[in-house]
């Protein structure tokens, strides 16, 4: 059984910084592209930032010039550093591993999610 964990989500003012981990877990074998998503009630999930398996990155607008993602292979952890935070990054987020092979095969994993709230 594959799992995600995301940790590091919290309370910050704005201007501040967060860093975002998500380790994965089990009986993995290679781990492909991962990326980082956010949701606010009401609205739907968004990409915020993704990560091949070569270490290309893609942002979206809204984050980019203040989050980096980043991936280390060796503890199956993908990271989100987020500087600058401003109140409309406010939101759950989550961790996305695509087409995570493991010894079940091929499959998308998503973890639990964690908030970030970022306050005037």
């Known amino acids: 059984q594959v799992q995600l964990v995301e940790s590091g989500g919290g309370l910050v003012q704005a201007g501040g910084s967060l860093r975002l981990s998500c380790s994965a877990s089990?009986?993995?074998?290679?781990?492909?592209?991962m990326g980082w998503y956010r949701q606010v009630p009401g609205k739907q999930r968004e990409l915020v930032a993704a990560?091949?398996?070569?270490?290309?990155?893609n942002y979206a607008d809204s984050v980019k010039g203040r989050f980096t993602i980043s991936r280390d292979d060796a503890k199956n952890t993908v990271y989100l550093q987020m500087n600058s935070l401003k109140p409309e990054d406010t939101a759950i987020y989550y961790c996305n591993a695509n087409r995570l092979m493991s010894v079940s095969g091929f499959k998308d994993y998503w973890g639990q999610g964690t908030q970030v709230t970022v306050s005037l």
């Open positions: 089990g009986r993995i074998l290679k781990i492909n592209d």
């Open positions: 990560i091949t398996s070569g270490g290309g990155t």
